[in-house]
């Protein structure tokens, strides 16, 4: 079965250094999104993407966030300078047409220190 | 806005018992439900879905009923096996699954021998 893939499993980071976290959805898929969920905390919605362009974001997602698809294949997640708050696991999924629910990635655990 | 309220855990139950975990909803409109199940180390599974009032999602042995009247879905399985023992996530979409997912808090669940 076709499953979402991120790279890499765990990060670490220096506070203020920008990281990169990658994902390979279903390669059919159209909607691309990314979740976090802070230890112990429930998982939140961060951005949606589709059609190169971002379809929705929430409140977390500021000027430090940005989202790519470079190529046919990746889907990034880039946070420009890191902060303490910012560790969590960043989840990516990815859906295809509208009968299609999201389908997760086992995530990356970044830690920043 | 959404939220989705889920009972808190952690839940420890023995092998072959009877499973509730209980989960209610804010909405608007007509959301889409969804049960996803994390097993330690692992990311985020589809277990079960129901997009409409009444609908009964199944998967696995586990269950759960979308109740438009008493906005709840919550999840039941008859008889539990120690390869249940994960976290259970609630979740809902405004539409079917290309929106946004709003969560809820997680239950941990552990089967005991």
């Known amino acids: 079965e076709p499953e979402v893939t991120q790279t890499p499993s765990h990060q670490v980071t220096q506070m203020g250094q920008e990281v990169i976290l990658r994902c390979v959805p279903i390669?059919?898929?159209?909607?691309f999104y990314w979740y976090r969920q802070i230890l112990g905390q429930k998982v939140e919605f961060l951005v949606s993407?589709?059609?190169?362009?971002?379809?929705?974001k929430s409140e977390i997602f500021d000027d430090q966030f940005s989202v790519e698809r470079p190529d046919g294949s990746n889907f990034t997640l880039k946070i420009r300078s890191t902060k303490l708050e910012d560790s969590a696991m960043y989840f990516c999924?990815?859906?295809?047409?509208?009968?299609?629910?999201?389908?997760f990635g086992d995530g990356t655990r970044l830690s920043i220190l | 806005g959404n939220s989705v309220t889920q009972m808190e855990g952690p839940v420890t139950l023995s092998e072959e018992a009877f499973l509730t975990i209980n989960c209610t909803y804010t909405a608007t409109g007509y959301p889409s439900l969804f049960w996803y199940v994390q097993y330690p180390g692992e990311g985020l599974q589809l277990l079960l879905k129901?997009?409409?009032?009444?609908d009964k999602g199944s998967n696995k042995g586990f269950e759960a009923t979308y109740r438009k009247e008493t906005t709840s879905f919550h999840l039941e399985k008859g008889s539990v096996q120690v390869s249940d023992s994960a976290v259970y996530f609630c979740?809902?979409?405004?539409?079917?699954?290309?929106?946004?997912?709003?969560f809820g808090t997680g239950t941990r669940l552990t089967i005991i021998p």
């Open positions: 390669s059919n898929h159209l909607y």
């Open positions: 979740a809902l979409s405004p539409n079917f699954g290309n929106e946004k997912l709003t």
């Open positions: 129901a997009t409409k009032a009444d």
């Open positions: 993407f589709y059609n190169n362009e971002i379809s929705e």
């Open positions: 999924a990815s859906s295809g047409d509208l009968n299609q629910p999201q389908h």
